[in-house]
């Protein structure tokens, strides 16, 4: 399996998957004209992909989703909440491409295996997605204010972890936004902090050089280098050690990340 974010944090989002036999995209959060032009950059033909999965309906993991799908016939997938919250955006989907699925049950496509996880956020009905083709095991959860341990036994045994780091804690209190919205993003249906999501991977890394992409980072209130290091501090109290135990780089937030390939790719 491929893993390959193609833009992360609350501007847009898109990340681009690929098995022997399946092409998809989670989300698609940006101008379509950006993510065909991206979808270039990695010589990903977008009518060969078989769906986009959308995890919820805010615009930065939708925007370029309707268009996408009416250009090249691309199906889409979402829970019910969400297609009816995310219709003003998205627009008609021909029939033929608008496939349902229900949040905690897991779907196919193709060698493509996928179980659907519900997020806490302040959306109408999140979604975080785990993936496998047989060989590699990718869990993935962004835009979620609580981590349940149902969630960690889900994601456990992944050879990736694409985890949220939203934000530092201390620069989202003492930083720009207003009270309402940091007490928005700090809630448990917000979004994971640095502190948050380093917890998360203390009760789950397994110390099998699992990979972690730190991912949707905020602008205004967080910092690459500074969540790197509170990640490999927080870890390390736990005696997980970066390089002995896994390995960890920052989703880029414009352009795409180097490619994550699963065992039998590399
Ligand atoms: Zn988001
Ligand atoms: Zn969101």
């Given at each position: 399996m491929k893993f390959q974010p193609l833009i992360s944090g609350s501007s847009g989002n898109c990340q681009y998957i690929e098995t022997k036999e399946t092409k998809i995209l989670v989300d698609a959060g940006m101008t379509g004209k950006k993510i065909q032009e991206l979808l270039e950059e990695i010589q990903v033909d977008p009518r060969d992909l078989d769906?986009?999965?959308?995890?919820?309906?805010?615009?930065?993991?939708?925007?370029?989703?309707?268009?996408?799908?009416?250009?090249?016939?691309?199906?889409?997938?979402?829970?019910?909440?969400?297609?009816?919250?995310?219709?003003?955006?998205?627009?008609?989907?021909?029939?033929?491409?608008?496939?349902?699925?229900?949040?905690?049950?897991?779907?196919?496509?193709?060698?493509?295996?996928?179980?659907?996880?519900?997020?806490?956020?302040?959306?109408?009905?999140g979604t975080s997605f785990i993936l496998e083709d047989g060989k590699t095991k990718v869990s993935m959860l962004t835009d979620t204010g609580w981590v349940s341990t149902t969630m960690?036994?889900?994601?456990?045994?992944?050879?990736?972890?694409?985890?949220?780091?939203?934000?530092?804690?201390?620069?989202?209190?003492?930083?720009?936004?207003?009270?309402?919205?940091?007490?928005?993003?700090?809630?448990?249906?917000?979004?994971?902090?640095?502190?948050?999501?380093?917890?998360?991977?203390?009760?789950?890394?397994?110390?099998?050089?699992?990979?972690?992409?730190?991912?949707?980072?905020?602008?205004?209130?967080?910092?690459?280098?500074?969540?790197?290091?509170t990640f490999r501090e927080d870890l390390a109290l736990h005696n997980i050690h970066e390089g002995l135990h896994f390995t960890m780089e920052v989703a880029k937030k414009t352009r795409p990340s180097d490619p994550f390939l699963g065992k039998e790719d590399q």
């Open positions: 769906g986009i999965l959308v995890t919820h309906e805010h615009y930065d993991h939708t925007s370029a989703v309707g268009v996408l799908a009416r250009r090249y016939g691309i199906k889409v997938f979402a829970n019910e909440n969400t297609w009816m919250a995310m219709e003003k955006t998205v627009k008609t989907i021909p029939s033929g491409q608008r496939q349902v699925f229900t949040t905690g049950e897991d779907f196919h496509i193709k060698d493509l295996s996928i179980q659907t996880i519900p997020t806490f956020h302040d959306c109408v009905h960690m036994e889900k994601m456990k045994g992944a050879d990736l972890y694409y985890i949220e780091a939203n934000h530092d804690e201390e620069m989202l209190r003492t930083g720009p936004y207003s009270f309402a919205l940091k007490q928005r993003i700090a809630s448990n249906r917000g979004h994971l902090s640095n502190h948050h999501a380093a917890d998360v991977l203390s009760k789950i890394l397994e110390k099998k050089k699992e990979h972690v992409i730190l991912a949707h980072m905020s602008t205004d209130n967080n910092d690459p280098l500074l969540a790197v290091r």
